[in-house]
């Protein structure tokens, strides 16, 4: 069945970057699908951060959008999330999801573990 | 608007109908889809679209939308349905997501 794992660094210091990887199993991310980034700061709810297709085309939180990167590599099956600038604010558990994309209708239909990534000195 | 609206808490007897709703103006023109979350763990897809589950879900589980609100209903809710449940769906420009803030279901 497909999976998605989350890796990288849990503690980031203040404005550095924040690197997340998400590697796909099960699925070949170039066979079609959107694919997700979502974070969830402790006790709060989900905040979407940004999707991309595997042709490398990308949606991104406008909030978040001057910071955000997320980039596809199909010779991996993975895609990545960069975050720059980061602020204890950022501090959250990032989840990356698989996107189905419909017409007037779509849904995050796998999810990743999620991976906890703390922002301090 | 970019926004979606969720009243935080909700309470139901056990075995009982539960309704959580959404409220957005992009509801208008997208389906919402909904997510069971449980404490420490992954969100859980629960129901996308006009009313689909996918495999796996328990069909107690039900969505529905009428105008600016889509709606999720547990019929005959069961103790472990007791968790947060989250809806989603892209805003007024079609190509950025939003989440609701949220609605923690508990099961008396």
């Known amino acids: 069945q497909v999976q998605l794992q989350e890796s990288g660094p849990g503690l980031v210091k203040p404005s550095e970057t924040l690197s997340l990887t998400c590697a796909v199993s099960?699925?070949?991310?170039?066979?079609?699908?959107?694919w997700g980034w979502i974070r969830q700061p402790p006790g709060k709810g989900l905040e979407w951060i940004g999707s991309?297709?595997?042709?490398?085309?990308?949606y991104y939180n406008p909030s978040l959008k001057s910071r955000v990167t997320i980039s596809v590599d199909t010779s991996k099956n993975q895609f990545s999330l960069k975050l720059s600038s980061v602020t204890a604010a950022d501090t959250a558990v990032y989840y990356c999801?698989?996107?189905?994309?419909?017409?007037?209708?779509?849904?995050?239909?796998?999810w990743g573990q999620g991976t906890m990534v703390t922002v301090s000195s | 608007s970019s926004e979606l609206t969720q009243d935080p808490a909700v309470s139901v007897a056990l075995g009982q109908t539960v309704r959580i709703t959404c409220q957005g103006d992009?509801?208008?023109?997208?389906?919402a889809s909904w997510y069971q979350q449980k404490p420490g763990q992954a969100p859980v897809l629960v129901i996308y679209?006009?009313?689909n589950r996918p495999s796996g879900i328990p069909d107690r589980f039900s969505g529905s939308s009428s105008g600016n609100t889509a709606s999720l209903t547990i019929t005959g809710a069961q103790a472990e349905d007791e968790a947060d449940y989250y809806c989603?769906?892209?805003?007024?420009?079609?190509?950025?997501?939003?989440f609701g803030g949220g609605t923690k279901l508990t099961v008396l």
């Open positions: 099960g699925y070949s991310i170039s066979s079609g699908y959107y």
């Open positions: 999801a698989r996107l189905w994309f419909g017409e007037s209708d779509d849904a995050f239909d796998i």
């Open positions: 991309i297709y595997h042709s490398g085309s990308t």
């Open positions: 992009s509801l208008r023109s997208y389906y």
């Open positions: 989603n769906s892209r805003d007024s420009s079609g190509n950025r997501w939003v």
């Open positions: 679209g006009k009313n």
